[in-house]
C-alpha cells in the first residue's frame, strides 16, 4: 500500500491531491507554479507533504499530473513561431477558414489572426486523391525551397498538412522524413499523425494548435520528470488528457493537442465525480484559475464530450470534455485602452510577479486585486499560507486605473469585476444555449483558486439557481486527475453509404480499432485492470455538412445490423434537432472507439452535524454593489452540517474565499458542500 498523488500545475498555482491507499482518505496542498522553472514546484509540493504528512517520495506508486501550460500558450499566444506546409493550391486554409464570423451575436467581431500568418505557408508540390491514393508524389525541391523560406522567417518548428492525408499519409511522412534529413533540429508535426479527420481545416487547425505548443510542453515535461526523479518517486506520471483521461509523458509529447485541456478536463471529472457523489442533477462546473475561467456541462454527475471545444479563439478537433475556456482569470490583468475604455484580459501576471496584492513585485492590477481593494478578500492566508495578501498594494495599483479613468478606487475595483463578469457572462450565455439549458434550473459548481470568489457574481448575472461550493475547491482539479481513468481515442475515416456493403468493411475496421486501442492500454501504458470499450460512428444524412456522433452497440457491429445503426442515428438526429427522415441515405463518415481503464475512488466523508448556530469569526468593511457593507467572515473548518447563514459574508479556508452577496443564504449539506441560494424577493 502506498500513496497516489494527483497534481495540477495552473498559471498561479500549483495543487496537489493525494490519496491513501490505505483507507481512501485524501490530503491536499497548494503551492505557488514556477514557470520560471518548471518542476520546482512539484519538489516543493511534494517535501512539504513529506514533512507535513508522511508522504514519502518512495511510498508514491501512481502519479498524475494535469496542467494548463498548453491552454495557457494558445489563449495567450506565446507559443512557438511555426511554418505550414500546404498542398500547392491549397495555401489559404487557414485564412479561409469556416468562413464563420466570430462570434456572431457581436457586429463588431472579427475572425482571430491564425497562430500562422500567410507569409508563413508555403506551398508543396504533391497531391492525393480522395480515396487515399497518391497522384502526384512529393516535389523534392518544394520541399527545399519551403525550408529555405522557413529558416528565413526563424521558424521554430513545421507544420505539414496535406489534402486528403487523414485517408493515406504517405506524402506527409515523405516531407516529414526529408526534413528530418535536412533539419535535424526543427520539430515537424503531420497532420495525419495528431489527428487523421476528414476536412482539410479542421485537421490542419489541430495540428497547428499542437505544434504552437509542443515545444513548450516538452521542455515543461522534461523539467518535470526530472524533478520527480531527483525526488525518488518511482511511479511513472501519467498526463491528464482533454478527453478526461491519462496517458504516458511519451504520448504527451507526441501528442501535445491531446493536454491542450489537461487542466480544465480535470477540474470537470473532479466536478462530476462531487456532483455524482451528493446527487447534483444539474451542474455547470465553474473552474477559475489565474488566467482562464473555465465552464462545462454536468447532467447526472456525467461530464458532456465532444468534438471542437473552444481553446481561446480557436477550436480544437479532437475528442474532449466540453469546456468552454474564457480568458478571464483571477491573475488576468485590468488596462485601460486608448479610447479611455476599461478592459480585463487576456494578459495574466501568473504567479511571477503575481497580482499586485501578492507581494511579489506585481504592478498591474487584476481581478484578483479588485477584489482586495474592496475588502472581500485577505481576511486569511491564501494558497495553504503560501500567500500573504497586501491590500495596500492592491489598492495602489487600482488607483493608477483610477485616475485616467476619473473614478474612486472603490468604483474602479468593481468596475473590474463587472467588466469581468460580462466577459464570462457572454460566454456562458453561449454554452447556455448551445445545449439548450435554462441557466434558472442550474447550479454553479464553484472550484479553482478564484472560482468561490466569483461565482455569486455570475450566477446573480445569468440567472441561476445559485452556486455550490465543494469542500477543497481550490485543488479539485488536482482530485480530479488523481481519480481519471485512464483512457483514449481512436478513429478511421470511412466515408460510406450506409448499406448492407458496408457491414464486412465495418466488422473489420472496428476490430482494427479494438486491437490498438488494447496494444494501448496493455502494452503501451501497463494496465492489466478492467477496461471498458465504447463504439460510436459519426453519421449523417446525404448531403448534410455535418455530423452526429451516435452510439453504437458491439452487438449490432458483430451480426452486421445495419438497420439498427440507422435507427439509432434517426433517434439521435430526432432529439438534437426535433426531426428526422428515415427514407433518406445515410453516410458513414468516421468509426470511433474510446477505451478506458478504470482508477481506484476516493471515499467521501460526510461531515458532522452541527450542534449550534454558525458563529463568524469577526465582522470586516467591503464595499459591496456600491457601497460599504458590514460582512461576517466565517472559518470553513468551522462549519457543519446544517449550518446555515445569510449574505453578504465571506468564508475563508486553506485555498481560496469563497464571497457571498446579499440576498443570498448559505447552507452546509452532509458532505460539508456550501449550499448558496438566492432569497426570493
Given at each position: 500500500m502506498g500513496f497516489r498523488v494527483g497534481v495540477d500545475i495552473g498559471g498561479s498555482f500549483t495543487d496537489f491531491a493525494v490519496l491513501d491507499e490505505k483507507d481512501n482518505s485524501v490530503r491536499t496542498l497548494k503551492v505557488l507554479s514556477r514557470p520560471d522553472k518548471p518542476g520546482a514546484e512539484v519538489t516543493q509540493g511534494l517535501s512539504i507533504l513529506a514533512r507535513r504528512d508522511g508522504v514519502a517520495p518512495a511510498d508514491i506508486s501512481y502519479f498524475t499530473h494535469g496542467t494548463t501550460v498548453g491552454i495557457n500558450a494558445v489563449i495567450q499566444r506565446t507559443g512557438v513561431k511555426l511554418a505550414l506546409l500546404a498542398t500547392r493550391g491549397f495555401e489559404d486554409v487557414l485564412e479561409v477558414g469556416r468562413l464563420k464570423i466570430t462570434p456572431i451575436h457581436n457586429l463588431y467581431g472579427r475572425r482571430p489572426e491564425p497562430l500562422i500568418p500567410r507569409d508563413r505557408v508555403y506551398s508543396i508540390d504533391e497531391r492525393m486523391d480522395r480515396d487515399g491514393q497518391v497522384q502526384l508524389a512529393v516535389g523534392v525541391d518544394s520541399v527545399g525551397t519551403a525550408l529555405a523560406q522557413a529558416r528565413d522567417h526563424g521558424c521554430?518548428?513545421?507544420?505539414?498538412?496535406?489534402?486528403?492525408?487523414?485517408?493515406?499519409?504517405?506524402?506527409?511522412?515523405?516531407?516529414?522524413?526529408?526534413?528530418?534529413?535536412?533539419?535535424?533540429?526543427?520539430?515537424?508535426?503531420?497532420?495525419?499523425?495528431?489527428?487523421?479527420?476528414?476536412?482539410?481545416?479542421?485537421?490542419?487547425?489541430?495540428?497547428?494548435?499542437?505544434?504552437?505548443?509542443?515545444?513548450?510542453?516538452?521542455?515543461?515535461?522534461?523539467?518535470?520528470?526530472?524533478?520527480?526523479?531527483?525526488?525518488?518517486?518511482?511511479?511513472?506520471?501519467?498526463?491528464?488528457?482533454?478527453?478526461?483521461?491519462?496517458?504516458?509523458?511519451?504520448?504527451?509529447?507526441?501528442?501535445?493537442?491531446?493536454?491542450?485541456?489537461?487542466?480544465?478536463?480535470?477540474?470537470?471529472?473532479?466536478?462530476?465525480?462531487?456532483?455524482?457523489?451528493?446527487?447534483?442533477?444539474?451542474?455547470?462546473?465553474?473552474?477559475?484559475?489565474?488566467?482562464?475561467?473555465?465552464?462545462?456541462?454536468?447532467?447526472?454527475?456525467?461530464?458532456?464530450?465532444?468534438?471542437?471545444?473552444?481553446?481561446?479563439?480557436?477550436?480544437?478537433?479532437?475528442?474532449?470534455?466540453?469546456?468552454?475556456?474564457?480568458?478571464?482569470?483571477?491573475?488576468?490583468?485590468?488596462?485601460?485602452?486608448?479610447?479611455?475604455?476599461?478592459?480585463?484580459?487576456?494578459?495574466?501576471?501568473?504567479?511571477?510577479?503575481?497580482?499586485?496584492?501578492?507581494?511579489?513585485?506585481?504592478?498591474?492590477?487584476?481581478?484578483?486585486?479588485?477584489?482586495?481593494?474592496?475588502?472581500?478578500?485577505?481576511?486569511?492566508?491564501?494558497?495553504?499560507?503560501?500567500?500573504?495578501?497586501?491590500?495596500?498594494?492592491?489598492?495602489?495599483?487600482?488607483?493608477?486605473?483610477?485616475?485616467?479613468?476619473?473614478?474612486?478606487?472603490?468604483?474602479?475595483?468593481?468596475?473590474?469585476?463587472?467588466?469581468?463578469?460580462?466577459?464570462?457572462?457572454?460566454?456562458v450565455s453561449a454554452l447556455l444555449s448551445r445545449f439548450g439549458i435554462d441557466p434558472r434550473e442550474y447550479q454553479f459548481l464553484a472550484f479553482g483558486g478564484a472560482g468561490p470568489m466569483m461565482a455569486c457574481y455570475l450566477a446573480r448575472e445569468l440567472n441561476m439557481q445559485g452556486v455550490v461550493v465543494p469542500p477543497t475547491p481550490g485543488v479539485l482539479?488536482?482530485?480530479?486527475?488523481?481519480?481519471?481513468?485512464?483512457?483514449?481515442?481512436?478513429?478511421?475515416?470511412?466515408?460510406?453509404?450506409?448499406?448492407?456493403?458496408?457491414?464486412?468493411?465495418?466488422?473489420?475496421?472496428?476490430a482494427e480499432l479494438e486491437q490498438r486501442a488494447l496494444h494501448w492500454l496493455h502494452s503501451d501504458q501497463g494496465f492489466t485492470g478492467e477496461h471498458s470499450l465504447v463504439l460510436s460512428a459519426d453519421l449523417r444524412y446525404l448531403g448534410q455538412s455535418f455530423e452526429i456522433e451516435t452510439h453504437l452497440e458491439a452487438d449490432w457491429i458483430a451480426r452486421g445490423d445495419m438497420r439498427a445503426l440507422?435507427?439509432?442515428?434517426?433517434?439521435?438526429?430526432?432529439?438534437?434537432?426535433?426531426?428526422?427522415?428515415?427514407?433518406?441515405?445515410?453516410?458513414?463518415?468516421?468509426?470511433?472507439?474510446?477505451?478506458?481503464?478504470?482508477?481506484?475512488?476516493?471515499?467521501?466523508?460526510e461531515l458532522p452535524a452541527a450542534d449550534a448556530p454558525a458563529r463568524p469569526a469577526g465582522l470586516i468593511k467591503a464595499y459591496v454593489d456600491g457601497a460599504m457593507r458590514s460582512v461576517p467572515v466565517y472559518h470553513r473548518v468551522a462549519l457543519r452540517a446544517g449550518h446555515c447563514f445569510d449574505g453578504p459574508a465571506v468564508v475563508i479556508q486553506d485555498d481560496c474565499t469563497a464571497c457571498v452577496l446579499p440576498a443570498m443564504a448559505v447552507t452546509v449539506d452532509r458532505w460539508g458542500n456550501l449550499i448558496i441560494s438566492f432569497v426570493p424577493s
Open positions: 521554430d518548428a513545421i507544420v505539414v498538412a496535406f489534402l486528403h492525408s487523414y485517408r493515406n499519409g504517405a506524402n506527409e511522412r515523405a516531407v516529414k522524413a526529408l526534413l528530418a534529413d535536412w533539419a535535424p533540429d526543427l520539430p515537424v508535426f503531420c497532420s495525419s499523425e495528431i489527428w487523421p479527420i476528414i476536412r482539410e481545416y479542421e485537421r490542419t487547425l489541430t495540428a497547428v494548435i499542437s505544434g504552437y505548443v509542443q515545444p513548450r510542453v516538452d521542455h515543461y515535461l522534461t523539467s518535470f520528470e526530472s524533478a520527480l526523479a531527483q525526488m525518488g518517486v518511482p511511479a511513472a506520471p501519467r498526463i491528464t488528457k482533454s478527453n478526461g483521461g491519462v496517458m504516458g509523458v511519451a504520448q504527451a509529447r507526441a501528442e501535445c493537442v491531446q493536454m491542450v485541456l489537461s487542466g480544465t478536463a480535470s477540474g470537470v471529472i473532479g466536478a462530476s465525480y462531487v456532483a455524482a457523489c451528493c446527487g447534483m442533477p444539474r451542474v455547470l462546473s465553474l473552474d477559475i484559475g489565474g488566467t482562464s475561467a473555465d465552464v462545462a456541462v454536468i447532467l447526472e454527475g456525467q461530464p458532456q464530450y465532444g468534438t471542437g471545444e473552444v481553446v481561446g479563439e480557436f477550436q480544437i478537433h479532437i475528442p474532449s470534455v466540453s469546456v468552454t475556456s474564457i480568458g478571464q482569470g483571477g491573475g488576468s490583468i485590468a488596462w485601460v485602452d486608448h479610447h479611455g475604455v476599461l478592459k480585463v484580459g487576456p494578459d495574466s501576471a501568473g504567479s511571477s510577479p503575481g497580482p499586485a496584492c501578492y507581494g511579489r513585485g506585481g504592478r498591474n492590477a487584476t481581478i484578483t486585486d479588485a477584489y482586495a481593494a474592496v475588502g472581500l478578500i485577505g481576511h486569511g492566508e491564501l494558497g495553504y499560507n503560501s500567500i500573504h495578501v497586501d491590500r495596500d498594494k492592491a489598492t495602489a495599483a487600482i488607483a493608477r486605473l483610477a485616475e485616467p479613468l476619473g473614478m474612486t478606487v472603490f468604483e474602479t475595483a468593481e468596475n473590474i469585476m463587472r467588466v469581468a463578469n460580462s466577459e464570462m457572462y457572454a460566454d482539479s488536482a482530485l480530479g486527475g488523481l481519480i481519471a481513468d485512464l483512457k483514449n481515442d481512436f478513429i478511421r475515416t470511412v466515408y460510406r453509404d450506409l448499406d448492407a456493403s458496408v457491414a464486412p468493411m465495418l466488422g473489420e475496421a472496428f440507422a435507427e439509432a442515428f434517426h433517434c439521435e438526429h430526432e432529439r438534437l434537432f426535433g426531426h428526422s427522415d428515415t427514407s433518406a441515405t445515410v453516410q458513414l463518415i468516421n468509426l470511433r472507439l474510446v477505451i478506458a481503464g478504470a482508477t481506484p475512488k476516493p471515499v467521501l466523508r
